[in-house]
């Protein structure tokens, strides 16, 4: 499985922006996907997940009432939605693959160690 994100920028404060995750290979329907972030100094963090179907999602604490995950699979796509954004939300976004049998609890959604595949990020700057 191979994952490319995309859709990231430099923009100003409040504004808000959208993040496509792409994947190729393997069974896109066969994986949960996860968004994480990592700013400069500091560790990965969890943003929001999803499950395979599109019917459950999970929000990290920087999501919550800002940020919506979605997935279309018969694009192979998933989304990252982003409003009201702020400059501590400048970072680069990954977005990951695990594989949907192992996704058994919230806690385990947002472990970086859960997902198998992860695409290269995509930079946001988010200026005040």
């Known amino acids: 499985v191979q994952l490319q994100a995309s859709g990231g920028g430099l923009v100003q404060a409040g504004v808000s922006l959208r993040l496509s995750c792409t994947s190729s290979g393997g069974t896109f329907s066969d994986y949960a996907i996860g968004w994480f972030r990592q700013a400069p100094g500091k560790e990965r963090e969890f943003v929001a997940g999803?499950?395979?179907?599109?019917?459950?999602?999970y929000d990290g604490d920087s999501a919550k009432g800002r940020f919506t995950i979605s997935r279309d699979n018969s694009k192979n796509t998933v989304y990252l939605q982003m409003t009201g954004l702020r400059p501590e939300d400048t970072a680069v976004y990954y977005c990951?693959?695990?594989?949907?049998?192992?996704?058994?609890?919230?806690?385990?959604?947002?472990?970086?160690?859960?997902?198998?595949?992860w695409g290269p990020g995509t930079q946001v700057t988010v200026s005040s």
């Open positions: 999803v499950s395979w179907s599109g019917d459950v999602t």
């Open positions: 990951a693959a695990a594989p949907w049998t192992r996704i058994g609890s919230v806690a385990v959604v947002k472990r970086r160690e859960t997902y198998d595949y």
